[in-house]
């Protein structure tokens, strides 16, 4: 499959210009043309900005799940921290406060569990059986790294990579 992307350039503050990607946008959403810096390759092979990604193929349940997502990951990161809820957790910062800490490692703790809670239940709800129930995607890990795989995106070399690819060109460096 070959999809045409148009390129738009902007001049950089400091000279230069930029590339942007013109979303096409997704089946559900044709007339997007919003300037992105990334696009994802979405379910079913379009390449789309994050917000048509996100308006053709998260259901409503999903996006509680992303921003309960957000918010233990920024909690995390003022914790001093980093974003992935694969890493240890965070210890007191020197200077933080200790009712600041644990208020704060409270909050990020519960914002985890709900996160992960609804991606569960969203799995389950696209991969019903009993796969999905017993020793499908049941730990915390395994929903993180679907996540992650989740937020595939393309720059525009790499989408020039991967139209070579689909047309079975040789790939140029
Ligand atoms: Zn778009």
Redesign the pocket.
């Known amino acids: 499959m070959e999809q045409r992307v148009r390129i738009v350039w902007t001049p950089c503050r400091f000279g230069g210009l930029r590339p942007w990607f013109q ?1 096409s ?2 089946p559900s ?1 044709p007339a ?1 043309g ?1 300037r ?1 810096a990334k696009l994802y390759l979405a379910i079913g092979s379009v390449f ?2 994050r ?2 990604h996100h308006l053709a193929y998260e259901s409503q349940s999903e996006r509680p799940a992303h921003r309960a997502l957000r918010k233990a990951r920024k909690l995390r990161m003022r914790l001093g921290g980093g974003p992935s809820l694969l890493d240890a957790f965070p210890e007191r910062p020197p200077r933080m406060h200790r009712l600041t800490f644990w208020t704060l490692s409270a909050k990020a703790l519960a914002a985890q569990g709900r996160a992960l809670g609804l991606e569960i239940d969203e799995i389950r709800r696209r991969f019903p059986g009993p796969a999905s129930e017993e020793n499908g995607f049941s730990s915390p890990q395994d929903v993180t790294s679907m996540v992650k795989r989740r937020e595939r995106f393309f720059t525009p070399r790499a989408l020039a990579a991967w139209n070579a690819r689909a047309r079975g060109l040789p790939r140029h460096s």
Do not use: E, H, K, Y
Request: aromatic share 0%.
């Open positions: 979303c946008g997704s959403r997007c919003r992105a789309a900005c917000r048509c």
